[in-house]
Structure formats: C-alpha cells, structure tokens
C-alpha cells in the first residue's frame, strides 16, 4: 500500500467533517476526532506510519505560501521541532539528519551509531557523541586536507544550538558554489585562503602587545580581525561607538562588538583574476609602512568565475559618493543597489535596530529623552534622490585583490561614524502634537558628509546653527553660525567639534550647548538685577550656593572636554565613565 503524500492528511479529515481548509473547526468532539483517525489507520502496518514519518523528514518544510491550506499546520510543526529538545543520541542524530537535509548535504551515520558524517563534494563535518547523546567531538575536513578539530561547532551543538549550527554549514556550502567540477572549486577556496594570508599578515603591521582592541578597530589598517576557525569564517570589525565602548566596561566581561564584516568567496557569471597564494612579500616593505605586493602574474594566480567579498550582517546605508568611491578602489560595480534618500535609509535601519516591534518609517519627528534636560524633538530632513543626498543599502562589496581591504575599511569607517551622528537622532518615540515644553531641532544634510542642526536661539527667538562636517571616522569639524546681533552661547567650534568626538550623539552635543547657554543667560540676569539695584539676599545666597556646585561638578570635567589631543590612538585609551558621558555639558570657561 503507497503512502499518501503528506498534505493530502488535511482533505481526508476535511471529508470527515473534522477540519476545513479555510481553517474553519466544525462543531466535532476530540473524542469522536480521535475516533476517526483511529478507524482511518487501524488496519495500515506500523511500517507504513515509518514511512509516512521518514517521508516528512526527508522533504524539508518549505515556508508555506499564505494562502495555502495546509499553511497554519506547516507553522505549527516548525515551531514544534525548533522547540524540542534533543534528551537522546538517536534524536539528536535525527535532529542532525533532518538539519543537514534542509541544507542540501548528505548525512551518514556510523555502524556503532556515535558518529555522524555530514558530507558535500567538497568537505565534511564529523560529529562523534555519547550514548546520552552528548557532542564528545566535531572536526571538519576541506578538500584535500586533514580533518581539524572545531571547538566553535563543538560549543554550538552542545547548547543546541541548531540554527546556529546550519547557518555554518549553509555558509560551508556557499563557500563552494563556484560553478564546475571539484578542481575549479578548489581553486577557489585555495584563492580564499591565499587572501587570508594576506590580510592577516597587515592586521599585524600595527599591532603591538599594549594595543587595545578598541584602538585596532578604530585604527588598524584592516580592524580588528578573527582569522577563520573551523566553521566561522574570518570577521572584520571596523567600527564601535563611545557608547558601546562604555557599555563594555560597565558591563565586565561582557562582548561588546562594533560593526563587522564577514570575509568570502561568491560566485560570478563574468571570470576574473584571483590570486592562489599570498602576495604580500614583506609587510613593512612598502611606502609609509605598507606593504609590498608581488605583481598578480599568471604563475601566480587564476581566472576563477568568483569573487571575493565583504559582506555585513546587515545591510549598510551608505552614500552615492561613498559606493562610488569604493567602486574605483576595486573596479568593480556593486550590484544590486536601489537607490533612495540616504537620511531615509538611516533611519529605517535604525528603526529596524531599534525597535522589536514594526514602526512606520513614514515619522520624521522623534523624540530623545536625556537625563537632566528638557525633551528633544527632532525633525528629520530626509532629502531627495538627488546627488550626495542619495544612497542605497550595501549587503556585500565584491573585490579581486587584497591591497583595495585597508582603503575600503577606511571608508566603510567614515560611513558609519556619519550614520551613528544621524541615527542618534532617531527613536522609537514619536510626536504627534506641538509640546511647549520640548527642544525642537531640525538635522538638514549639506554636501558630502556634513549636515546642519538647526534650533532656536535659547535667549532671543532667531535661529541658530551648528553644522557638523564628519572629515573622516576620527575627525570631525563644526562651525555654530549665530545671528550677529544674538548672545553668544558659550560653546566655541572647537568645544562642539570635540564633545562630538567623544560621544558621536547629536542630542548629548546639543544638551551641552544648551546647558553653556544657560550659564550665559543666569549671568546675564544677574547683572540687570544688580544694574536695577534690586537685590535680594535670600534668592541671590541661593544662586551662589548652586553656581559654587556647578564649579565644582564642572571643574572635574573641564580637562576632559577640554583638552586636545591630536593623536587619535592616544584618545581611544582615554577611560571613558557614565558621568563622563554625562558631563559632556557640563559648564566651562573657555580659555
């Protein structure tokens, strides 16, 4: 007797009057459901219930078109096998079995039933466990190498941790979906390890035993870069924020990363020339301590129908001017792209960031809370399509040569740190009527990399300007623009450009601006009430006891926001504290 195919389960209980396929219940009792079933397979073997199970196993649930009929009961038995847990050695070979089918790999399993083999044309994965099922040992084999062992699947598998385990093998295939026979795919994962080389060999170039891993993402040639192991590919990460580096070191022990890219291989229609062995000579060699490249000879490398790639875990807003640039460093096109207001696509990746919920990108008004400071409201000017305005979101970059990675890096960097002024912005609150008591700010995007802040004056009605010009990731100028005939606000270029640099939030920047200018406006009123000759003790005692505090909270931070230094690699090291974040406002004399 032939096994039904699976989906035809809901029809023969739809006829029985249990379920219909619109997914309407009709008025029947568990009991007499039950009934049912039992009278449907009563007199079929227990090898036909095998095989009706292996033959669900052995076909990967695909994601259910919604208007399917058996949709709702596909969801379900999703979740059902993500939620169980693996309790046995033979459910967790079943678990393995059905992973590595979905994948599109082939599975073995040894006679003694403890190891299981997880093979392609082109590598394997041996997993040995015990007879309670736990993972004694993982290794992976490439083509043509010794097997090694991978402590990273090993860790995964023993917290069952599947969707983790299948995003690597996923990853180990692609790796090889170069198009023809085992040679040509081995060509590129030769090509693949040769880059590697390379670019480990000028991670290297400026890394000494003091050297912080703050201070490598933010200044080493290419990061700060995890070669390969095991299953995980090699990772770059580029950039981290003031404030995750505070997170970090309020949180001991913890991870903090920055922005990262994966290092890979990909297929291409079109062939292009690859290197198959390291091509740095010697590392300091070069002019300005960069290295030295061996010419790209035919001996030396190979037309592949590949390339490499960088690619992020989530797409990067970037810049019409930014991806152009990075395209005449590889001289290759990015493929792809749609192009749409840069400030649009900030603050949509932002809101996806942010937000566990779905929001309407459609807000351009949002509200920031800081401690000790009246509400901000933002609105955001989005632009247009037009010149520097627009942008597109990046999921890869393609590239062919090694010696194109630092001057990407370096880009992908300032993109980042401009996307991180923009984003700090944007928050999951909106507004949606006028508020007398907010701070209202507009953010306007300039040319290139600079963008304009404009609010009203905090003593007269005009209004008043900074515009922030980010140079590169470690610098940045602003310019505060005043009507002539206005106050002066107490924060001079070089005060704003410098509390930009050390916490990369608008609001934080602004709040201080406003907090200088609150000093300049008590002050003020107290020289009309001593021109007025109006004294008053009591009140005039107790502004003098609280400005003796702000002094003293003040003088504390003053050497922090104050002082410049030059030398980037130096301000890295510099510890930052939540109060000095806090303080980024706090009251100063300018020198």
């Given at each position: 007797?032939?096994?039904?195919?699976?989906?035809?389960?809901?029809?023969?209980?739809?006829?029985?009057?249990g379920?219909?396929?619109?997914?309407?219940v009709?008025?029947?009792?568990?009991?007499?459901?039950?009934?049912?079933?039992?009278?449907?397979?009563?007199?079929?073997?227990?090898?036909?219930t095998?095989?009706?199970?292996?033959?669900?196993?052995?076909?990967?649930?695909?994601?259910?078109?919604?208007?399917?009929?058996?949709?709702?009961?596909?969801?379900?038995?999703e979740?059902?096998?993500?939620?169980?847990?693996?309790?046995?050695?033979?459910?967790?070979?079943?678990?393995?079995?059905?992973?590595?089918?979905?994948?599109g790999?082939?599975?073995?399993?040894?006679?003694s039933?403890?190891?299981?083999?997880?093979?392609?044309?082109?590598?394997?994965?041996?997993?040995?466990?015990?007879?309670?099922?736990?993972?004694?040992?993982?290794?992976?084999?490439h083509?043509?190498?010794?097997?090694?062992?991978?402590?990273?699947?090993?860790?995964?598998?023993?917290?069952?941790?599947?969707?983790?385990?299948?995003?690597?093998?996923?990853d180990?295939?692609?790796?090889?979906?170069?198009?023809?026979?085992?040679?040509?795919k081995?060509?590129?994962?030769?090509?693949?390890?040769?880059?590697?080389?390379?670019?480990?060999?000028?991670?290297?170039?400026?890394?000494?035993?003091d050297?912080?891993?703050?201070?490598?993402?933010?200044?080493?040639?290419?990061?700060?870069?995890?070669?390969?192991?095991?299953?995980?590919?090699?990772?770059?990460?580029?950039?981290?924020?003031?404030?995750?580096?505070?997170?970090?070191?309020?949180?001991?022990?913890?991870?903090?990363?920055?922005?990262?890219?994966v290092?890979?291989?990909?297929?291409?229609?079109?062939?292009?020339?690859?290197?198959?062995?390291?091509?740095?000579?010697?590392p300091?060699?070069?002019?300005?301590?960069?290295?030295?490249?061996?010419?790209?000879?035919?001996?030396?490398?190979?037309d592949?129908?590949?390339l490499?790639?960088?690619?992020?875990?989530?797409?990067?807003?970037?810049?019409?001017?930014?991806?152009?640039?990075?395209?005449?460093?590889?001289?290759i096109?990015?493929?792809?792209?749609k192009?749409?207001?840069?400030?649009?696509?900030?603050?949509?990746?932002?809101?996806?960031?942010?937000?566990?919920?779905?929001?309407?990108?459609n807000?351009?008004?949002?509200?920031?809370?800081?401690?000790?400071?009246?509400?901000?409201?933002?609105?955001?000017?989005?632009?247009?399509?037009?010149?520097?305005l627009?942008?597109a979101?990046?999921?890869?970059?393609?590239?062919?040569?090694?010696?194109?990675?630092?001057?990407?890096?370096?880009?992908?960097?300032?993109?980042?740190?401009?996307?991180?002024?923009?984003?700090?912005?944007?928050?999951?609150?909106?507004?949606?009527?006028?508020?007398?008591?907010?701070?209202?700010?507009?953010?306007v995007?300039?040319?290139?990399?600079?963008?304009?802040?404009?609010?009203?004056?905090?003593?007269?009605?005009?209004?008043?300007?900074?515009?922030?010009?980010?140079?590169?990731?470690?610098?940045?100028?602003?310019?505060?623009?005043?009507?002539?005939?206005?106050?002066?606000?107490?924060?001079?270029?070089?005060?704003?450009?410098?509390?930009?640099?050390?916490?990369?939030?608008?609001?934080?920047?602004?709040?201080?601006?406003?907090?200088?200018?609150?000093?300049?406006?008590?002050?003020?009123?107290?020289?009309?009430?001593?021109?007025?000759?109006?004294?008053?003790?009591?009140?005039?005692?107790?502004?003098?006891?609280?400005?003796?505090?702000?002094?003293?909270?003040?003088?504390?931070?003053?050497?922090?926001?104050?002082?410049?230094?030059?030398?980037?690699?130096?301000?890295?090291?510099?510890?930052?504290s939540?109060?000095?974040?806090?303080?980024?406002?706090?009251?100063r004399?300018?020198?």
């Amino acid at each position: 007797m032939s096994v039904p195919p699976f989906p035809r389960l809901i029809p023969d209980l739809e006829n029985r009057g249990g379920v219909s396929c619109h997914g309407v219940v009709t008025a029947i009792s568990t009991n007499a459901l039950m009934e049912q079933l039992r009278l449907k397979y009563q007199q079929r073997p227990w090898t036909e219930t095998l095989k009706l199970v292996y033959f669900c196993m052995d076909n990967p649930l695909r994601r259910p078109v919604s208007n399917a009929p058996d949709g709702p009961l596909l969801s379900c038995m999703e979740k059902i096998e993500k939620t169980l847990n693996a309790k046995s050695m033979f459910s967790v070979m079943d678990t393995l079995e059905l992973l590595s089918r979905q994948k599109g790999l082939t599975v073995h399993v040894s006679p003694s039933g403890t190891a299981c083999y997880i093979t392609s044309m082109m590598f394997y994965v041996e997993i040995q466990l015990e007879k309670d099922g736990d993972v004694m040992d993982v290794k992976l084999a490439h083509f043509e190498e010794a097997p090694v062992v991978c402590d990273d699947l090993v860790q995964l598998l023993r917290m069952k941790n599947y969707d983790a385990f299948g995003k690597i093998l996923e990853d180990l295939s692609n790796m090889y979906q170069i198009p023809g026979n085992s040679k040509m795919k081995a060509k590129g994962y030769l090509a693949l390890q040769a880059l590697e080389k390379d670019l480990y060999s000028m991670s290297l170039l400026d890394r000494t035993q003091d050297l912080n891993r703050v201070t490598e993402v933010l200044n080493g040639k290419v990061g700060h870069l995890v070669p390969r192991t095991g299953g995980t590919p090699m990772n770059i990460e580029f950039y981290i924020s003031p404030y995750q580096v505070l997170e970090a070191e309020l949180n001991q022990g913890s991870q903090v990363c920055g922005t990262k890219t994966v290092v890979t291989i990909e297929s291409t229609d079109a062939l292009h020339k690859l290197p198959l062995s390291p091509l740095i000579v010697d590392p300091r060699a070069g002019e300005d301590s960069n290295p030295a490249f061996l010419q790209l000879t035919d001996e030396l490398s190979m037309d592949l129908p590949a390339l490499f790639v960088l690619k992020f875990h989530k797409p990067v807003p970037m810049s019409l001017s930014s991806i152009e640039e990075i395209q005449r460093l590889t001289g290759i096109q990015i493929s792809g792209l749609k192009l749409a207001p840069l400030y649009e696509l900030i603050v949509q990746s932002t809101l996806k960031e942010k937000c566990s919920e779905d929001l309407s990108t459609n807000k351009s008004c949002f509200l920031v809370s800081l401690p000790d400071c009246p509400k901000h409201c933002y609105f955001i000017n989005k632009g247009s399509e037009k010149s520097d305005l627009a942008g597109a979101l990046v999921s890869k970059i393609p590239f062919s040569h090694p010696k194109c990675v630092p001057d990407v890096i370096e880009i992908l960097r300032h993109q980042v740190a401009y996307n991180t002024l923009i984003s700090s912005c944007v928050s999951e609150k909106h507004i949606n009527e006028d508020d007398s008591e907010l701070l209202y700010f507009e953010v306007v995007p300039d040319k290139n990399s600079s963008f304009s802040v404009f609010f009203l004056h905090p003593v007269k009605e005009n209004l008043a300007c900074v515009v922030i010009d980010v140079i590169t990731s470690r610098e940045v100028q602003c310019h505060l623009h005043l009507n002539p005939q206005d106050p002066t606000l107490n924060s001079s270029d070089d005060f704003i450009a410098r509390a930009v640099k050390r916490c990369m939030s608008v609001p934080v920047v602004m709040r201080a601006v406003f907090r200088n200018a609150a000093k300049v406006k008590a002050d003020s009123e107290t020289q009309d009430m001593d021109m007025e000759q109006q004294p008053e003790p009591q009140l005039e005692q107790t502004t003098d006891s609280n400005s003796l505090k702000e002094s003293l909270s003040g003088a504390g931070q003053q050497d922090w926001v104050v002082t410049d230094k030059p030398n980037n690699t130096d301000s890295t090291k510099e510890n930052l504290s939540t109060a000095k974040l806090e303080a980024l406002g706090d009251n100063r004399e300018e020198k």
